[in-house]
């Protein structure tokens, strides 16, 4: 066996050198002695695409073309060198050539004992999809983040998944619900001069030399591995905020305390802030991009943020032009991008793609009135034209799914090709157990949360490889071949096993987005309180009058749905009554992959990787199961709290008495594989630590339910109200959107938006919705109206809403004679909307 390598960057070294090891693990000997061709069984050529050598004159002699690209590759597997088989490597640059070997690499370990070693290996021709393909870690516990940036170890297997995976970024988030640790970071690292009164009290200079090295050791090995850290600069100076009083421990700001920052004022904030960032980026000369936090939950009062980010800027513009600068959008206001732009910085935005919790994989339809005038939902006015910066987009992710396990590879992909509006470069998704430890003590020892006798892991990320393989490869490229996982599973647990676990926990990773779209209530938007995978949401008339999801376009909430039904009315939008039996389909689809990947073991031994994943997807099921309950029960007690129906309210009470039981199969599902002490935020919100934690207030609150009830009194003039169950058997109206005459509107004349529409039973209405990419929007509306014959409708988007500020998006309703109704495009198949961009 003989490998051509002759490129010497650390990245290609790298994937060289782990695809010698897997050769070697599979006792293939390999060599590089030029002299040993004529003995070799195949040849391996590696190189650049702007290189002379065997690998780029094998690869024109086979008339395919060579990367072209940064990261991109070519991998050509029936080649012929010397009259030897020959495999083609080929890479635009370092990255590109590592990523080629390492796809290699990772296809000789699927190969068996007595197989070709390069059975699985395939042609591909591969380029980024995203250009940043990032995972954010944020520094929200001092000993849970010093345990793993003194890790070597550590990063080493972090960024070595990294690598594989071909994700290329790192986000450190500094100072986000951290009690005041990082605030900012830079005197954990080192010390301004002429700031001596600006320090970590009680850091020694010991200690503070440790961070430095290790840090710096951090990002050498990222680097080494084509991966970019991008510090996230989140607090400038801490002033107590929103974690006094939230965390017990957390300073109040207003006095020194032991590992925090303190001598920081008003006064020297801004030269200190400075002369902080300049050495900064001379100690870690690595970092070539910086994420900063601009508004007042940043530490800075009013009044001081546009000054703050002016001189700052200055900085940056006299100083340091070479630093790529990335402004949070979230009360951002639109004169600091115009500051940051006349001082000839070439700054672009990052935002979240839905809330601070995972919903559906594309940009909510309509986001939730309470955050329509700001950027803290989405994306809110950003998007306008003339268009003078970029938006990277970011998936909080972490405020969702914490600790059970995600694998969805439909998901990514349509949230990858949604990380595109607006041109966007890049995604960054919060990496798995992202809030561990937040609120636990500073001095808390790091643990592990899946019991210590259920362990198979040496770092617990690494029981998440699903979704860095998905989320990484996905971003790479949303046409990556499924074998990338499907082999994976069927290398852990076996070629019968292997499909239907992964199958579980597919469907699976899809309850919780569609809690979060469908069934919350709003107050749970933010991370630091909002955790549906652990949380109930609080008593059934509670959540009766305060769900309605967060996508307020797609989903009907329950209070709507009980007026609906006792005025009779329409709707395109999903009901609750069929949003609850999604919710109860999912969860038996789920038991029967677990009951099929269970006898797939046939007479093997359960390992604890497979036990711990299929635990993971039985807590979903019960969790989706519950959520099918719930909402029931929120219609009902609606319909008694509207129209006085007693009914209604004993309905409520048993579909409530079902979504109990539907949590005690949720915690028996834990059972005793997850510790009985997860911290994922602060217990003085409400954070549970296990999900039977949550079962006293559950049973309290139902007490109290049936007291309400023995109490409650019909209204004189009330019926008794039943909720209707919709004929399942008789298909929706179906809607196919045809082309926009033109790939572009025009400002200032008629869009044409044509659809043909099939309805067995007959058309009640139909209306075409439309707005500018502009989340401040509502709709407007339109009547569709017949167009010919065939089922053809069509209405116009108006030549007086057409403007070159801003593109177009719609979508259409439909309901037909029997009061079913739809909203197409279908968000089960795709991105719910059409977005059409305008000429200018």
């Known amino acids: 066996m003989f490998v051509a390598n002759h490129t010497q960057d650390a990245a290609s070294r790298h994937g060289m050198r782990n695809l010698e090891e897997a050769l070697r693990s599979k006792r293939i000997e390999v060599s590089e002695n030029l002299d040993e061709i004529s003995t070799a069984d195949c040849v391996l050529l590696a190189g650049l695409s702007g290189s002379h050598g065997p690998a780029v004159d094998t690869l024109k002699r086979m008339k395919a073309k060579p990367p072209g690209e940064p990261e991109s590759l070519v991998i050509r597997a029936n080649a012929n060198y010397r009259s030897k088989p020959a495999i083609v490597l080929l890479g635009f640059d370092g990255p590109g050539l590592m990523y080629a070997a390492l796809d290699i690499a990772g296809r000789v370990a699927w190969a068996g004992k007595n197989q070709n070693p390069f059975l699985y290996v395939r042609d591909t021709s591969e380029k980024p999809f ?147 960032l300049k050495k900064f980026y001379d100690e870690f000369p690595e970092i070539k991009e910086t994420q900063f936090r601009m508004h007042n939950e940043s530490g800075l009062l009013g009044p001081e943020i546009e000054p703050f980010w002016h001189d700052v800027f ?89 600790v059970l396990e995600w694998g969805d590879p439909e998901y990514a992909r349509r949230m990858v090709e949604s990380a595109r509006l607006y041109d966007g470069p890049g995604l960054t998704v919060t990496e798995m157990e992202a809030t561990k430890m937040l609120g636990d003590s500073p001095d808390a020892p790091p643990r592990d949360f899946l019991n210590y006798k259920y362990k198979y892991f040496d770092y617990e990320f690494e029981r998440y490889w699903a979704f860095y393989r998905m989320w990484g490869r996905l971003s790479y490229n949303p046409q990556a071949p499924s074998d990338l996982w499907e082999q994976e599973y069927a290398q852990r647990f076996g070629d019968s096993a292997g499909p239907h676990v992964m199958n579980a926990l597919q469907l699976a990773s899809r309850v919780l987005p569609r809690v979060i779209a469908a069934s919350v209530p709003y107050k749970i938007f933010p991370t630091s309180t909002g955790w549906p995978e652990m949380m109930h949401l609080g008593s059934l008339p509670q959540f009766a009058a305060q769900e309605e999801g967060s996508d307020i376009a797609q989903f009907e909430n329950v209070r709507e749905e009980a007026a609906s039904i006792l005025g009779r009315t329409d709707t395109a939008m999903r009901r609750p009554q069929e949003t609850s039996r999604w919710f109860a389909q999912t969860s038996d689809a789920i038991l029967a992959e677990v009951a099929a990947a269970e006898k797939g073991l046939g007479g093997l031994t359960a390992g604890n990787e497979f036990r711990a994943t299929l635990t993971d997807a039985k807590i979903l099921a019960a969790l989706a199961r519950y959520h099918s309950w719930r909402l029931l029960g929120g ?50 919100r409400g954070f549970p630590h296990h999900w039977k934690d949550e079962l006293p207030n559950m049973e309290k609150e139902f007490k109290q339910l049936l007291v309400e009830r023995q109490a409650a009194t019909t209204k004189g003039t009330s019926h008794v109200v039943v909720t209707p169950m919709q004929n399942r058997s008789l298909p929706l109206p179906s809607v196919s959107i045809l082309p926009a005459p033109a ?12 659809a043909k529409v ?18 401040k929007e509502d709709y407007q509306s339109a009547d569709m109206l017949p167009s010919g014959n065939g089922g053809l409708y069509q209405a116009y988007i108006p030549g007086w809403f057409v403007t070159p500020q801003w593109n177009l998006m719609y979508y259409i309703e439909v309901v037909d004679k029997r009061a079913k109704g739809r909203i197409y495009p279908d968000l089960e198949r795709e991105t719910p909307y059409i977005m059409l961009d305008v000429k200018r």
């Open 130 to 276: 995203l250009r940043d393909r990032g995972v954010v870690i944020f520094t929200m516990n001092r000993a849970y983040f010093e345990s793993r940036l003194y890790d070597e170890q550590f990063w080493i297997r972090y960024f070595d998944m990294f690598a594989q995976d071909r994700i290329n970024e790192l986000v450190i988030t500094f100072g986000y619900e951290h009690g005041g640790y990082m605030a900012p970071p830079y005197p954990y690292f080192f010390n301004v001069d002429g700031f001596s009164d600006v320090k970590v009290i009680g850091l020694t200079p010991e200690q503070q030399k440790k961070n430095y090295l290790a840090f710096k050791n951090m990002l050498r090995l990222a680097s080494e591995r084509g991966i970019r850290v991008k510090p996230g600069i989140w607090d400038h100076i801490y002033r107590g905020g929103g974690q006094a009083g939230a965390i017990s421990w957390a300073s109040d700001g207003k006095q020194p305390m032991p590992g925090l920052v303190w001598g920081l004022n008003p006064n020297n904030l801004v030269p200190y802030t400075v002369a902080a």
């Open 314 to 402: 200055h900085f940056y513009s006299t100083t340091r032009r070479d630093i790529s600068l990335e402004l949070r959008a979230k009360g951002l206001d639109k004169s600091v991008i115009k500051d940051a732009q006349s001082q000839h910085l070439n700054v672009h935005l990052d935002t979240k793609v839905w809330m601070e919790q995972m919903g559906l994989p594309y940009h909510s339809t309509h986001i939730n009135r309470e955050d329509q005038d700001n950027a803290r939902h989405s994306y809110a006015d950003l998007l306008e034209y003339p268009q003078t910066y970029s938006v990277n987009w970011t998936l909080w992710n972490g405020g969702t799914q914490r």
């Open 635 to 684: 219609v009902d007690y609606n319909l008694y709290k509207q129209a006085g129906s007693l009914a209604a309210f004993d309905d409520a009470i048993q579909n409530e008495r079902k979504a109990i039981q539907s949590w005690h199969e949720a915690v028996e599902a834990a059972n005793d594989f997850y510790t009985d002490n997860m911290v994922f935020g602060a217990s003085e």
């Open 743 to 754: 790939e572009r509107a025009v400002p200032g004349q008629d869009v044409r938006i044509q």
């Open 758 to 775: 099939v309805a067995p039973a007959g058309i009640k209405w139909i209306r075409l919705r439309y707005r500018h990419v502009n989340q």
